[in-house]
T-cell receptor, first 114, second 117 residues
Framework: DARVTQTPRHKVTEMGQEVTMRCQPI?????VFWYRQTMMQGLELLAY????????DSGMPKDRFSAEMPDATLATLKIQPSEPRDSAVYFC????????????FGPGTRLTVT | DQQVKQNSPSLSVQEGRISILNCDYT??????FLWYKKYPAEGPTFLIS?????DKNEDGRFTVFLNKSAKHLSLHIVPSQPGDSAVYFC????????????????FGQGTILTVHP
């Protein structure tokens, strides 16, 4: 049963600390997305990779957030320095462009910045 | 600018009755629409989709209707079951977009559905 995995599932950190979230997309999927879920905004797209190349990170605060795909099995989202307003659930999703737009989501990382 | 809107934050329905979840969009370039379901502490899971060349798509108890002129879509669940209680997200995309828009989904804020036994 292929799934997207995310680590850690929960992270509590103090303001100013660096946070790194990791995602393992489904093997063979060529698109990876990072989303943030907040009560006010629903699911916001932060970054989007296709074939490991970053295509769109316009939804991401550039000064503190960065997203990378070091290889096809790992995507990372870093926040440095973290702020309380970054507290949210961060989801990774992967997909395979076959003519539909189905994306498969991981369980999310719940981040709390105090 | 919220291009996909789910104006009802919550919906409560009796088991066995119909649940109707609504979604409006403003971007006329959107031509592919999806519904995702999300349980607490889990990621969203794909439920059903529809292309703009259709006005209806059915999968078991779930039917999605698309009204392009009104820029409105709805998800019907018949009959509703307590296990359907979850957050439902509407999402939209521009199927034929090139470049960086290719494959992107724009999500609504979600509607919490509660089905009472």
């Amino acid at each position: 049963d292929a799934r997207v995995t995310q680590t850690p599932r929960h992270k509590v950190t103090e303001m100013g600390q660096e946070v790194t979230m990791r995602c393992q997309p489904i093997l063979g999927h060529n698109t990876v997305f990072w989303y943030r879920q907040t009560m006010m905004q629903g699911l916001e797209l932060l970054a989007y990779f296709r074939n490991r190349a970053p295509l769109d990170d316009s939804g991401m605060p550039k000064d503190r957030f960065s997203a990378e795909m070091p290889d096809a099995t790992l995507a990372t989202l870093k926040i440095q320095p973290s702020e309380p307003r970054d507290s949210a659930v961060y989801f990774c999703a992967s997909g395979l462009w076959t003519g539909t737009y189905e994306q498969y989501f991981g369980p999310g990382t719940r981040l709390t910045v105090t | 600018d919220q291009q996909v809107k789910q104006n009802s934050p919550s919906l409560s329905v009796q088991e066995g009755r119909i649940s109707i979840l609504n979604c409006d969009y403003t971007n006329s370039m959107f031509d592919y629409f999806l519904w995702y379901k999300k349980y607490p502490a889990e990621g969203p899971t794909f439920l059903i989709s529809i292309s703009s060349i259709k006005d209806k798509n059915e999968d078991g108890r779930f039917t999605v209707f698309l009204n392009k002129s009104a820029k409105h879509l709805s998800l019907h669940i018949v009959p509703s079951q307590p296990g359907d209680s979850a957050v439902y997200f509407c999402a939209a995309s521009h199927f034929n977009a090139g470049g960086t828009s290719y494959g992107k989904l724009t999500f609504g804020q979600g509607t919490i559905l509660t089905v009472h036994p």
